[in-house]
């Protein structure tokens, strides 16, 4: 049983890594709810098995704090839908039909994507579409969630921050960045009255991809 339940909290702090970024042992005992002492047994337990890995920070005249974060390793941890196969099977089809309609291909299938989350989505409120878009991309492999947004005026347009805390495509996101620029152009696609712009990239060493998703203001309001 307690082999059981030091398993659950070390995946929690591993989630909880993946949500944050980093995090300092008494900022990961705050918030799951246990000592210290215990989240840094935990942590030297990953630390060993190079899921985490930390940097100190010096923060006042204290002794400097260490500043925990997933390793590569850890992200590898979270589900994963495409794996070495899907990027070898491109890396052939760029050899055979080049890489200019390989990318063409990639574009048509993230066009097909779009029409599929539009109709899965339905119509309703942004924040309800949104929400419903979170729930299909966790069921496909992703750790998504919806912020809340920022407080805003009231002349101000609607706005959400949608976040990936993982990729599911990391692998062929790796190899053809592209892919990513075609996610961005499903997402404006799936929410045609919204602008979507990434505030936030995984491939360039961010903790996640996130997302400003900004209703767009109709000519009446506007004027």
Known sequence: MATTQQASTKQDILQHLLRQGQATAQELAESLTISPQAVRRHLKDLGDSGLIEYESVQTGMGRPQHQYSLSREGREQFPHRY????????????????????????????????LEYRDRIGAGSLRDRIERLVEIRQIEGYMAELHPPEPRRSSEPEQYIFAEHNCAISEVAESFPSVCGHELEMFAAVLPDCTVERTQWLNDGEHRCGYLIRAKLSIESAA
Do not use: M, N, P
């Open 83 to 114: 794996g070495e196969f899907t990027v070898s099977l491109i890396d052939t089809l760029v050899e055979t039909v080049g890489r200019e309609q390989v990318g063409l291909v990639l574009r048509k299938q993230w066009e097909r994507k779009a």
